[in-house]
């Protein structure tokens, strides 16, 4: 039970919003005034403003509008989903893999993305089934090319930290074009950072269909 | 402005819940005696719970649980969105189409799944990434393969309707293990449904971004 709900404002409450907006600071007896309606009638309705976030109430003084809508409320919930709580275990081969084996290895694991990495977990490179799919058209010998002359390398890789919210991954995902990001940790000393999940769109799809079907968090 | 909101109940709003579900029906009289508090006080927390849908409330009778839970209410909000709203352009080929032709097709339009249609737009198959990549291994002559060989085939492709939930198509990605999903109208007197649109697990990732950065809906 309990948690985060949501709330279908009224049109009264729209209209109380707008009249704060407008003209906040603004005490709950002017609004009932404005309204033509009684302070205890207005009562639920500005408790529920305030409590949501659209209202901010200072005593003696009034309301005022927060500034923020009914989706960014709603937002705040999907933001508190975090990227340790999600990440799945990565699938990683290493930077003189074939590029035949890596397609061999992808088939098997049934994921988009092999991550690349050196001893230690570190990351050198990531490589998509596209980058596989255009390094195979036309090449009679898959078995001679290293992954390590496809994939796209170390700095220009998207990653994201467990601590981020999921959202940011998502955002990452689709402001990059990518279908999967490493969670990688920072380690001292390393050339690189340590990959320890990844992070793909049919992880938020997961996401999305267990917030549609009201079973996560 | 408006639209859905999400409220944190407090712990008295928690308290009234449970009180709720074990002895309703049970009127707001009641309740505040058993918190010890006046009616008055716990107006607003009443006028909360029952807007938001976790009671119902009847005159006369009192307060019922409505069995709802805060998850499920926030998915009320997630199977608001609909499939027509946010399916995008379908990218097609026909069955006669090259493999080597498809690739082709796929990374100038930067999709990672084709529909091959017939005349009038009628669906005939779905040919994905991965089965391109697959075809392509080995195969010295990509072009002369045709995409009817490599392709799924109807009936064995899981589509969508553009009245239902954009939850239903992420739900289907999911279950099926499929990138995208072919929006489909039934034709009358056609051997199959026209293709209108499509679902890919990129669209539902940008809900989720929307979603979550308040942009949305």
């Known amino acids: 039970m309990g948690g985060a ?14 009249i704060v907006k407008d003209e906040g600071p603004i005490t709950g007896e002017q609004i009932a005034e404005k309204l033509n309606l009684t302070r205890a009638t207005l009562r639920p309705d500005l408790a529920i403003l305030t409590m949501s976030g659209f209202l901010d109430a200072r005593p003696r003084v009034g309301y005022f509008y927060s500034g923020k809508t009914g989706n960014q409320l709603l937002g705040e919930h999907i933001r508190k989903l975090s990227i ?5 275990v990565p699938v990683v081969c290493q930077e003189e893999t074939s590029v035949y084996d890596a397609i061999c290895h992808m088939f098997l694991e049934d994921v988009g993305t092999l ?9 050198v490179g990531v490589v998509s089934r596209k980058d596989l ?5 036309g090449n009679q010998n898959l078995q001679s ?9 170390m700095p220009n890789i998207v990653t994201c930290d467990p601590e981020d919210s999921l959202l940011d991954a998502a955002a990452k995902l689709i402001r990059n074009q990518v279908d999967a990001l490493p969670v990688v940790k ?7 950072p340590e990959v320890v999940g990844r992070i793909t769109k049919t992880t938020i799809t997961k996401a999305f269909v267990e917030l549609g079907e009201g079973t996560s968090v």
């Open 145 to 153: 090319i290293p992954v390590g002359v496809v994939m796209t390398r």
């Open 115 to 123: 991550f690349v990495v050196k001893e230690g977990g570190i990351l």
């Open 84 to 88: 340790k709580d999600w990440k799945s």
């Open 133 to 137: 799919l255009k390094s195979s058209m």
């Open 186 to 192: 920072e380690r001292e000393g390393e050339s690189g």
């Open 5 to 18: 709900i949501q709330i279908e404002l009224t049109e009264r409450q729209e209209m109380i919003l707008r």
